[in-house]
């Protein structure tokens, strides 16, 4: 019996006695039962998917309302789990209102899950949008404060992740993980996510908005792509292809997202659509997206309706050279500029369609940068980058072990003196980031921790930078 399994037979047999015993189920027992939470994502203008996992293999029950007290129910159902998908519950609730904010709920027996809270993606024509936005998230190497700043921020329409939700590797520099070792297989994969939903930030965050998310390599390995990862021996982990599909498929048990392709596009009126891009899964020596999400990526982009076209990027899709600096290579070929070939080819088609209302937004880095995209003679801008930084993940300073900000100002002024077209970076905070969108503007601020390994660190505004509509240039914004 592997440990997800005996962990769920013992909490499965102790909610049942409580219930024999007392006839009313206890809280701690309901705790038990929905420990993981509950979970929205992908929303839709009718509607949205809503997640939970069980400790049994019984009926769940679903109710959706309009008020928190569940007195005006708008939908309900009911659905079956078990060992087979990790005993996670996915349910998609259609024939909602746009842009509407929802309550939701799960029930085993008498056992009634935490309420979420959710909304739906607006239609027609609207006058702004907010998100959070967030990547890298090491559970080893902080505590995820900066989540639980957004999960109390009540402005948010949704959370855009853009991958490293978690990751598989065991330091525990700061907390301990579970299981003790690199993640490899099925049960081991099930159990970090398992472990990560426990985090109260985390949990908190899920419950209040929902997720557009992504994944990038570590949701896997390091540097993972179709055919291999740098972060995967084969001699002594067994073949890539067994491993990765036992990543996939607990990422999909443990996620509030739709099943099947990962790439996918949800609009949000006339305002924007949100194309979220898969990096690994169709990625090989030669192509970093494949010829069918790339032909579907131009499509959208250049043919849409939407005024401002929002691109989620798990990688840096700007050139970046490099200056020299210790441990580190002239040009980092596990993001874009490892595929030169399939990046020109969007370039030229944004620039064909004359479309300079492209946001790419991107994690991956551990940094926060603002970014003029270059067309290929970099005579022009053609679209815009803005990048968040990690939630907890090592940054520069902590990945040189130096001080923060020390010889990181000098970093970042060589960066931007070799690539003019980066017109901010810094390389050293941990946090998240907001991004609003008008008809006239999409800005992004950053929000960075006092310190990721404070379990009550505070959190700051720290920069905003904006792109003006048709403009394809970013620009700070003073506040």
């Known amino acids: 019996m592997s440990g997800v399994d005996r962990r769920t037979f013992l909490k499965a047999g102790a909610v049942a006695g409580a219930a024999t015993a007392g006839g009313a189920v206890s809280a701690s027992a309901a705790t038990a039962v929905f420990e993981h939470g509950v979970a929205s994502g992908d929303p839709v203008p009718d509607g949205v998917l809503l997640w939970t996992r069980v400790v049994t293999s019984s009926e769940v029950r ?20 078990g060992a087979h998908r990790d005993h996670t519950v996915k349910v998609e609730v259609c024939g909602l209102r746009p842009s509407t904010r929802y309550y ?22 609207i006058s702004g949008v907010k998100f959070g936005v967030v990547s890298c998230a090491n559970w080893m190497a902080g505590h995820f404060v900066p989540y639980g700043y957004l999960a109390d921020r009540d402005d948010l329409d949704a959370v855009i992740h853009l991958g490293d939700y978690i990751y598989p590797h065991y330091d525990p520099k700061v907390r301990d ?140 899709f700007s050139p970046l ?14 993001q874009w500029d490892g595929f030169p070939t399939d990046r020109e080819i969007v370039v030229r088609a944004l620039d064909r369609a004359g479309m300079k209302n492209a946001v790419f937004l991107t994690g991956d880095i551990h940094s926060s940068w603002a970014v003029d995209v270059p067309d290929g003679s970099a005579l022009k801008s053609v679209a815009t980058e803005f990048i968040t930084t990690s939630v907890t993940s090592d940054n520069f300073d902590e990945f040189l072990k130096v001080p923060p ?20 970076v810094e390389l050293d905070s941990h946090g998240v980031s907001t991004l609003e969108v008008t008809p006239d503007e999409v800005r992004m601020d950053w929000f960075y921790t006092s ?3 404070d379990p009550q660190a505070t959190i700051r505004k720290a920069h905003s930078w904006r792109t003006r509509h048709n403009t394809a240039r970013v620009e700070p914004v003073l506040f």
């Open 104 to 125: 939701y709920r799960f029930r085993v027996g008498d056992v009634v899950s935490p309420v979420g809270r959710t909304k739906t993606a607006p239609s027609g024509d």
């Open 451 to 453: 310190d990721r390994t």
């Open 405 to 424: 900000r020390t010889g990181s100002l000098v970093l970042e002024a060589a960066i931007m003196a070799k690539n003019p077209h980066v017109r901010f």
């Open 321 to 334: 050279a490099i200056p020299p600096a210790p441990g580190f290579p002239s040009v980092n070929t596990d």
């Open 177 to 316: 993980a579970q299981p003790q070792h690199e993640i490899i297989t099925l049960a081991d994969y099930r159990t970090r996510h398992a472990m990560y939903k426990t985090d109260p930030h985390l949990q908190r965050l899920h419950s209040l908005h929902p997720f557009i998310a992504t994944w990038d390599d570590n949701e896997s390995a390091d540097n993972s792509s179709a055919v291999g990862a740098l972060g995967h021996d084969p001699a002594t982990e067994g073949p890539w292809a067994v491993r990765l599909a036992a990543a996939t498929q607990a990422y999909f048990e443990w996620m509030p997202i739709r099943e099947g392709l990962m790439f996918r596009r949800l609009q949000y009126g006339s305002l924007l659509d949100i194309t979220m891009l898969d990096l690994r899964s169709h990625r090989t020596p030669e192509t970093i997206l494949g010829a069918r999400q790339r032909d579907w990526l131009i499509k959208g982009i250049c043919d849409g309706t939407a005024r401002w076209r929002l691109i989620g990027t798990s990688v840096m």
């Open 62 to 81: 679903w109710e959706v309302a309009h008020d928190e007290s569940f007195s005006r129910i708008v939908a309900r159902g009911h659905t079956r789990t």
